[in-house]
């Protein structure tokens, strides 16, 4: 059975707590494009974290990741945030390509409960992640920094 609403943003949560993310839930009515928020604690660096869930039947398209960039454009520490947007059925053609042209650092991950089974990083994320490594396995994706496993 699949989660819906806040279910999928706790597994979320969790899910991202696996690769040294510090997240809390804190969607809902008025969230303002954030489901989740906190910290990603790396080797030489520690980024802000703002985030969405979304847990549709069909891939995300392009719309929905131009409003996330509107909610990083408000962000009060541009310079040290990441934005990481999270779906459960993936992400259209359309969306990889908004992706490509955003100057944002944007991470966008497909996941269900236990893995990440996609992931994608905008330019700026590239950019200010030079030392992120992503591995891919049978079934999900494994993450490394600076040669360092990040799971947990």
């Not at 990440?116 to 330019?123: C, D, E, F, Q």
Request: aromatic residues 8%; glycine residues 10%.
């Amino acid at each position: 059975m699949a989660l819906v609403g806040k279910a999928f943003e706790l597994s979320t949560a969790a899910l991202l707590s696996k690769f040294r993310f510090s997240v809390r839930v804190c969607g809902g009515a008025n969230d303002r494009g954030v489901d989740f928020r906190g910290v990603w604690s790396l080797n030489d660096q520690e980024l802000d974290i703002l985030g969405q869930c979304k847990n549709e039947q069909k891939p995300i398209g392009p719309r929905a990741l131009r409003e996330f960039e509107g909610v990083l454009a408000s962000a009060k520490d541009s310079a040290r945030t990441l934005g990481v947007f999270v779906s459960a059925s993936g992400f259209t053609t359309a969306a990889y390509q908004q992706l490509t042209r955003s100057r944002f650092p944007i991470l966008l991950l497909s996941a269900n409960t236990d893995h990440i089974v996609g992931l994608r990083l905008s330019s700026a994320a590239q950019t200010k992640l030079p030392l992120l490594q992503v591995g891919r396995g049978v079934d999900s994706i494994a993450l490394y920094y600076n040669g360092v496993p990040l799971q947990s």
